[in-house]
């Protein structure tokens, strides 16, 4: 069974940084991309940023040049390192995986729990 276990997420001050982890256990095949989405009450679910396996990476225009991810493939785990963060930032963050099985055919996606991301004062 495939996990996507993430970690933190918290509270933190307009300006302030957080760096998230996401680590993917199971039986996993390859894994072609990893990233993060966020949701907002109220909003849609939308891409906050992903990284293939590759390293190709893509941004959300409201992150670019204050957000990072990065990756350590031995690890299976992704980070999101956010600085100078923003009351709407604030979202609950969700870690996505896409990958291949040997149990099916094609690509799969898996998606981790969620970690809450509060930026308040």
């Known amino acids: 069974q495939v996990q996507l276990v993430e970690s933190g997420g918290g509270l933190v001050q307009p300006g302030g940084s957080l760096k998230l982890s996401c680590a993917a256990s199971g039986t996993i095949g390859q894994i072609y991309a990893?990233?993060?989405?966020?949701?907002?009450?109220?909003?849609?679910?939308?891409l906050v940023a992903g990284m293939s396996s590759v390293g190709d990476?893509?941004?959300?225009?409201s992150v670019?040049?204050?957000f990072a991810i990065s990756r350590d493939n031995a690890k299976n785990t992704v980070y999101l390192q956010m600085n100078t963060l923003?009351?709407?930032d604030t979202a609950v963050y969700y870690c996505y995986m896409r990958y291949s099985s040997p149990f099916s055919p094609g690509q799969l996606t898996h998606w981790g729990q969620g970690t809450q991301v509060t930026v308040s004062s």
């Open 64 to 66: 670019k040049g204050r």
């Open 86 to 88: 923003k009351p709407e």
């Open 34 to 46: 990893m990233g993060w989405y966020r949701q907002a009450p109220g909003n849609q679910r939308e």
């Open 57 to 61: 990476t893509n941004y959300a225009d």
